[in-house]
């Protein structure tokens, strides 16, 4: 397969040929060990109360790069790079939408210690366009040509589809 003319998911499976539909990515032990090393990080940051939502952010950020990236190849630093970002945006987003609903059920959230702060709600919109901005630009990166309109659409307006219908409420 060329890589000028297959679908993301290529890169995200074991062999060198285009996966058939339905098939699942292999992950190496290495990026087992990443994930759980991730995962592990991420619990005792919550389990710390960290309100640095960057520090909090990184561990899933690291953990959607191992995702991106199962073997090494050409591609593999800016893979690594898209699945940061993307998961740094992904853990971000979802704190946000759920801060709400965290305060009221005393639950864990980086951004909690920032309750009532002015412009709370902008200030979290502009570190999500920056972190998803980082994101996007590993992206174009990346020689894509099959569904490339899809999937820009997605990253480009898909992903505020959530805080979209937040905004309206």
């Known amino acids: ?16 040929e285009v996966p058939a539909k339905g ?8 990026n087992e060990r990443d ?22 952010a990184r561990p899933f950020g690291s953990l959607m790069a191992e995702l991106f990236v199962w ?30 609903d965290d305060e009221k059920k005393g639950c864990y959230n ?10 709370l709600e902008e200030t979290i919109r502009e570190m999500l366009d920056g972190t998803l901005r980082m994101a996007i630009a590993e992206f174009e990166k990346l020689p894509l040509e ?7 659409n997605i990253l480009y307006e898909g992903v505020w589809v959530t805080d979209e219908k937040k905004r309206r409420k």
């Open 35 to 56: 994930i759980e090393k991730a995962l592990k990080e991420l619990a005792e940051l919550e389990k710390e109360n960290c309100q640095d939502i960057d520090a909090a």
């Open 1 to 16: 397969a060329d890589y000028f003319d297959v679908p993301l998911t290529y890169f995200l499976t074991e062999t060198t």
């Open 71 to 100: 073997k090494e190849d050409a591609f593999q630093e800016i893979l690594r790079a898209f699945g940061f970002y993307l998961g740094k945006f992904i853990y971000m987003m979802d704190a946000f939408m759920d801060l709400a």
């Open 146 to 152: 099959q569904d490339l309109p899809i999937l820009r």
């Open 110 to 119: 980086p951004f909690m210690n920032r309750i009532g702060e002015e412009d």
């Open 23 to 30: 098939k699942t990515p292999k992950l190496t032990s290495k």
